[in-house]
């Protein structure tokens, strides 16, 4: 069987109908529920404070701007996500708290220091034993940043270019990534979906998890990582603050294709019908379309689709 059959990328176009259902068909479910819990609705009722968990350093999805305040994609969808617990609630007036959180996102959410997790997070079946997911808010996908003047072979490997003279079959993947160095940020689905690329084609490689997204691109601009792999929008945006841009390259190929989410404790049903509602609403409305081009540029067939498709009918 040829390499690059088996490296190719989910589709970007292909199948997303079905990739989309699949992902909010689950809160369409709950949404049917006569009695949905609504144990953390209770609480910003009681305090009269919804508090926000966030990443400072996942740009264009969630940051820490100049000034110190949160900021990114993601920031601008649970703003009005809060505006709408606050209608649902009947409240006069609701203090929204931004909580910074680290690789301890998930256990703030179950011990109830925040609310909701306002930062791309990818579902998994092994994550909703612990907790709940909205409906995807953006299309995501790993990609793969490396220097510009990283070895052809390299490049062509992880672009899944054959070469002209031979076929390319599963063992010669070494060729281009045997020895080599990869980072990706410690405690993400990418870590994960790294080491067993790694175990499946027998790559005699090394994998260095990095704390930050900068960091990593700090390795391969001094060369102690050969690729940076990361959600490839979070990658784009990294390339284009850093200084030394024009010696870096984000790959065009998105090897997986990952919806991501917000998270919520587990089984608050009555705060996930909100959410899903809220996001549903900026949807059909086209707004969430607006933030999507505020932080990313325009959109193409596939994420318009993607967003359509994602959107709960009441």
């Known amino acids: 069987m040829r390499v690059t059959r088996l490296l190719n990328p989910v589709g970007y176009r292909f199948g997303i109908a079905t990739l989309a259902f699949a992902m909010f068909m689950p809160s369409l479910l ?61 409240l006069p007036s609701l203090a929204v708290e931004f909580v910074p959180v680290g690789v301890d996102r998930f256990d703030s959410l179950q011990q109830g220091r925040i609310d909701l997790l306002c930062g791309p997070s990818v579902e998994t079946l092994a994550r909703r034993k612990e907790i709940s997911f909205s409906i ?37 993947i070494g060729l281009g990534l045997q020895g080599r160095t990869f980072s990706a940020v410690t405690d993400t689905t990418i870590l994960s979906w790294l080491n ?47 200084p030394s841009s024009k010696d870096l390259v984000v790959l065009d190929r998105r090897f997986t294709f990952e919806p991501l989410a917000f998270a919520l404790a587990r089984d608050d049903e009555g705060l996930r019908l909100l959410v899903d509602r809220s996001l549903s609403r900026l949807s059909r409305s086209g707004e969430i379309q607006n933030f999507y081009k505020q932080f990313f540029g325009d959109l193409d067939e596939g994420t318009l689709a993607f967003f359509r498709l994602s959107a709960v009918p009441e």
Do not use: M
């Not at 949160?70 to 996500?81: D, H, R």
């Not at 391969?220 to 850093?242: H, I």
């Open 196 to 242: 067993s690329k790694r175990n499946e084609f027998k790559i005699d490689a090394r994998i260095v998890p990095v704390e930050s997204h900068d960091a990593g691109v700090q390795r391969v601009l001094n060369r102690s990582s050969d690729v940076l792999f990361g959600e490839r929008s979070v990658l784009l945006d990294a390339k284009k603050r850093n």
């Open 136 to 172: 995807p808010i953006f299309p995501g996908g790993v990609g793969a940043l490396l220097r510009s003047d990283a070895p052809a072979q390299i490049r062509d490997v992880l672009d899944g270019r054959e070469a002209p003279y031979r076929p390319l079959w599963r063992a010669s």
């Open 30 to 90: 709950h949404a049917k529920n006569e009695k949905p819990s609504t144990e953390t609705l209770v609480r910003v009722r009681q305090t009269g404070t919804l508090k926000l968990g966030y990443y400072v350093n996942a740009r264009p999805f969630s940051y820490q701007d100049e000034s110190g305040k949160p900021a990114g994609y993601a920031i601008v969808l649970c703003q009005e996500i809060a505006k709408d617990v606050k209608t649902e609630l009947a």
